[in-house]
Structure formats: structure tokens, C-alpha cells
């Protein structure tokens, strides 16, 4: 019988690119492979589930670490920066999961038509086993891209399934804060989209507790509370992460780049960079490119 895992190994296989990303036709639904142990990766996650099939990794957020392997899922529930590594994985047994992308509507729908949740409302990070009727949606999910023809029919009916079984397993309680109508994290996620389209322009933060619709000392203190930064540190993390992509991907220099995301002072995004990954942009950069080098096999 075929298993998740042998629908995400053949599609990943097929269809990863250079960073073993392979999206799918299905909406939010993405296949994640690697043949090697990984260098940190930092990005600022959307709202995501992620169901690991093989290998292991370990993301951080602020001071909290998250080490999770084949079996487990890990949910981030909020816009919130993360550092990741892929710990586990060989070309024999390459790291593989499954990635699916919120939908916050939909969980808002579900969550309307479902009895009220008991305990608390849970943490924006969480790892917990994966819930076998979530593992049973995917599957379906991921066995309707060798029938293009059910695609446009079944795939939404199946992942409202998958919300489904998400909001019903251990993953629910946080999941559920999602969907609030109006609620502090629809409210802040209003906000985060604004800084992540303007990251390199300012923005007052009474400009962003007014999309919010919250004065600024209210908005201050939900949107550390949901993303577990400042309003002001996460635009620079925005930027500082930009920065580095840049380097890194289109051979920007530092200082180009640097402007590119807003900064005015060359030195000042120098020291920042710095502080944020360990080195300055010249040697991380060179460090991170080398990393990438010696996980590639040899020709």
C-alpha cells in the first residue's frame, strides 16, 4: 500500500528545486527534501503545519528550541522569525516532510461548525505527534496530484479535511486563535502584511496600530505577544533577512543591499547584520555559500 511517505518522496524527487522545494497544484501544499544536514536557515514563517516523514530538524524561536523528527509535526501559528536546521538526513535517507500553509478563513469556518475548545489556547510554536487522520488527509491530498482530472473537483474538500483534522488533534487549541473573527492575531497579521510588503520604508508604529485597529500601546503588546518581537525588531529582521538573500542568491554586495532594504548607514546595517547571525556580511555570506558547497555530493 502506498504511504505518505512514498507520495512526498516521488514527488520531491521529481519536482525539487536547487533548495529541495517542490510546490504542488495543490493550494499551500508543498513537498520539502534534502539529501544532507543543513546550515541555519532564518526566515519569518507564515502560519504553517509541517508533517515530518524522514529524518529530523530543529527550529528556534527567540529563546525556545524545537527539535522534532520523522512522526512529528511542527505548527507555527503566528508571523514569527525562526532559525531552522535540517539535523538529520543522508542521500540514502534524504529529510522529507510535507508543508502545509494555513488558511485562516477556512480555520475560522471549521472552527464556527465545531464544538467550543477546552484548555488553553496554546503557543504560536509547537511540536506534537502527527495525528493519524491528518497523515490520512494528506495522503489523499497528495495522491490526487496523479489525477490532474480531481484536482479542480476534490483538492479544496480535502483540505478543508486536513484544516479539519488539524483543528480536532493535538495541534488544535493553537491552531484555533487563527480564526478568530477580529481576533489579536487576525488583527496583527494585518500589520505583519503591511510591514512585509513596506519593510524597507518606515512605519510609525501609529500607522501600524491603526490597520491593526488598536491604539499603540495596546498594538505593541499583542504583537509581541503573537510574533514574540517588537513591531520595530521584526521590521529589522525583515530587512536583515532580505539583505542576506540577497548576497546570497543574486551576488549583491553588502552595501547595495544594505540600501536596498533601507537602511541609510552602511556601518550600522554592518553592525546589526552582525549581532543578528554571528558574523559580518562579507563572512557570513562566504561562510554560508562554503556550508552549501560541502553538502553538495562531489561530481
Keep these: 500500500m502506498t504511504t505518505l511517505l512514498d507520495t512526498v518522496r516521488r514527488h ?33 514563517s507564515r502560519p504553517l503545519a509541517c508533517l515530518v516523514l524522514q ?42 516532510s510535507l508543508v502545509l500553509e494555513l488558511d485562516p478563513a477556512l480555520i475560522a469556518e471549521l472552527a464556527a461548525e465545531m464544538p467550543a475548545a477546552s484548555g488553553s489556547h496554546g503557543t504560536a510554536v509547537r511540536v506534537e505527534p502527527t495525528d493519524a487522520e491528518a497523515a490520512d488527509a494528506a ?14 473537483v476534490l ?77 520595530l525588531q521584526f521590521q529589522k529582521q525583515l530587512r536583515l533577512i532580505e539583505a542576506r538573500r540577497l548576497m546570497l542568491a543574486e551576488g549583491a554586495s553588502a552595501s547595495s543591499a544594505a540600501f536596498a532594504v533601507g537602511y541609510e548607514s552602511v556601518p550600522q546595517f554592518t553592525r546589526e547584520y552582525g549581532r543578528f547571525f554571528g558574523l559580518p556580511p562579507v563572512r557570513e555570506t562566504a561562510a554560508a555559500r562554503d556550508a552549501v558547497r560541502a553538502a553538495q555530493p562531489a561530481a
Design 139 to 152: 495522503l489523499r491530498l497528495m495522491r490526487l496530484l496523479d489525477r490532474p482530472a480531481a484536482l479542480p
Design 155 to 231: 483538492s479544496e474538500q480535502l483540505l478543508r479535511e486536513m484544516h479539519y483534522w488539524l483543528l480536532a488533534g493535538r495541534l488544535g487549541p493553537s491552531i484555533r486563535r487563527l480564526g478568530w473573527p477580529d481576533g489579536p492575531a487576525q488583527r496583527i497579521a494585518r500589520a505583519v502584511a503591511m510591514l512585509r510588503a513596506d519593510f524597507a520604508m518606515p512605519l510609525p508604529v501609529e500607522r501600524l496600530a491603526a490597520v491593526a485597529g488598536m491604539s499603540p500601546s495596546s498594538f505593541h503588546q499583542h504583537f509581541r505577544a503573537v510574533t514574540s518581537l517588537s513591531p
Design 12 to 44: 520531491a524527487e521529481a519536482h525539487s528545486d536547487a533548495d529541495g522545494i517542490a510546490a504542488t497544484a495543490i493550494r499551500g501544499l508543498t513537498t520539502v527534501r534534502a539529501t544532507a544536514p543543513s546550515g541555519l536557515v532564518y526566515a519569518i
Design 55 to 96: 529524518g529530523a530538524k530543529h527550529v528556534t524561536m527567540g529563546t525556545e528550541g524545537f527539535a522534532f523528527s520523522a512522526g512529528d509535526s511542527l505548527l507555527i501559528a503566528a508571523d514569527v522569525p525562526t532559525v531552522s536546521q535540517i539535523t538529520r538526513a543522508s542521500r540514502t535517507a534524504p529529510y522529507l
